[in-house]
């Protein structure tokens, strides 16, 4: 089993920074792209940045220059630094990974933390 446990989720306010961090386990043989989603009430899921395991990055247009997406290969681990924090970027962020385990190539996604941004 595959597991993708995301942390770092909360309330802020806006100009705030909070910090996603998000660790796969399991039966891992390699780990391809990492990303974080995000979904907003009553809107649809949407990327907002990903990294390959080269260190290729790419991000939606709504954070760019304000997130920051980093993974560490070795705990099998991605980050999202989320700076200039705006209530527009109030959702459930979630940890995607595209990985090969013991069953095949396959997409993981983990369970979802909420973050608020709000006065």
């Known amino acids: 089993q595959v597991q993708l446990v995301e942390s770092g989720g909360g309330l802020v306010q806006p100009g705030g920074a909070l910090r996603l961090s998000c660790a796969a386990s399991?039966?891992?043989?390699?780990?391809?792209?990492m990303g974080w989603y995000r979904q907003a009430p009553g809107k649809q899921r949407e990327l907002g940045a990903a990294i390959t395991s080269g260190g290729s990055t790419n991000y939606a247009d709504s954070v760019k220059g304000r997130f920051t997406i980093s993974r560490d290969n070795a705990k099998k681990s991605v980050y999202l630094q989320m700076n200039s924090l705006k209530p527009e970027d109030t959702a459930v962020y979630y940890c995607t990974a595209d990985l090969s385990s013991t069953t095949g190539w396959s997409t993981h996604w983990g369970q979802g933390t909420q973050v608020t941004v709000s006065s």
């Open positions: 399991g039966s891992i043989r390699s780990i391809y792209t």
